[in-house]
């Protein structure tokens, strides 16, 4: 699949994937679309690409006025920047996101100040969002369900990648949108890559809502990078791993620089290896990343173990 296009979820009725073509990189950035009684798309990309994902969602069957819901899975602008363009496209459709992600979504002015500040120069991938109207947006919380007619989508919390993050589950087809939750499963590598960034990452947090996606247990797993893959419970432990090998090297590395900075530099360097988005990419990424452990290093005493389990 390329950027633009779309293609069933393998083992999911009626639910498709849209390439986004997010940072230049095929398949980054993943939206879905779920063709149910009452249709909803499940994030919504930069917003930068949003006349393809029109596209797509009409290509599917999907008119104007039949689009029921738009479902950010947490407010960050690679997932909800195209919120208000969907909101203002689809007449009928309400909006709904993570309580703490609404303020952002009904005024996005602080959102796109930080968004700015913390991606550089990749804002030229983005679009400037528009705002979401108050009167078509509500918060969800964990326990509430989306209803679709002939199905339903129970929200998670999660807020280890941010306290506006969720993940959804939908039973019947036992599939879980984990969005940020289990991080980004990269295709090529067959891995889990972590993702990490500021203000408010948080480690622990974000293994509690590793263990969540472990107790349901689904069939799917549909990321909010890179697309869909069969679910394996290995994969879970290998990203609980990978998110505390993670954090414990960015520690050892300020202990060993006692600089900010130069640990940033240090990465970014390291980066220029990584084969499976481009360089660019891959160093603004791991920047990123860098910078959201630093962070949450300043708030912590100790790094919780991974926990992964026999295997």
């Known amino acids: 699949m390329r950027a633009g296009e779309f293609e069933p979820v393998r083992g999911v009725e009626d639910l498709y994937v849209h390439d986004t073509g997010m940072f230049a990189t095929d398949e ?9 009684e009452r249709p909803i798309v499940i994030d919504t990309g930069t917003g930068a690409n949003r006349e393809a994902l029109f596209e797509s969602i009409e290509a599917i069957g999907i008119d104007r006025d039949e689009l029921a819901w738009i479902l950010p899975t947490h407010a960050h602008l690679d997932h909800a920047g195209g919120a208000g363009y969907l909101a203002e496209r689809y007449p009928n459709a309400e909006v709904r996101v993570p309580e703490e ?12 100040a930080g968004t700015k500040s913390a991606v550089e120069g990749q804002w030229t991938y983005y679009a400037e969002p528009e705002p ?3 009167d078509r947006i509500a918060g969800v919380a964990g326990g509430d369900r989306i209803d679709l007619g002939d199905r339903e989508l129970i929200v998670h919390d999660a807020p280890g990648h941010a306290p506006h993050h969720a993940v959804y589950h939908e039973p019947e087809a036992d599939v879980v949108f984990t969005a940020d939750a289990a991080g980004i499963y990269v295709p090529e590598v067959d891995d889990v890559v972590p993702t990490t960034p500021p203000p408010q990452f948080d480690l622990e947090q974000c293994l509690e809502d590793l263990r969540l996606i472990e107790r349901l247990g ?16 290995t994969l879970i432990g290998e990203a609980k791993r990978a998110y505390v090998e993670w954090v414990e090297a960015v520690r050892q590395k300020r202990a060993e620089l006692d600089d900010d900075n130069a640990v940033v530099e240090h990465f970014e360097a390291a980066s220029r290896n990584v084969d499976y988005w481009t360089r660019e990419r891959a160093r603004a990424n791991t920047g990123l990343n860098v910078r959201g452990v630093l962070t949450y290093l300043d708030h912590v005493d100790e790094i919780p173990a991974a926990d992964v389990g026999e295997e």
């Open 28 to 36: 980054y950035g993943a939206v879905y679309v779920y063709d149910a």
């Open 132 to 134: 979401v109207p108050e």
């Open 101 to 112: 992600g609404v303020r952002h979504l009904v005024d996005p002015e602080a959102l796109v």
């Open 218 to 233: 689904p069939d799917t797993l549909c990321f909010g990078h890179f697309g869909p893959r069969s679910y394996e419970s």
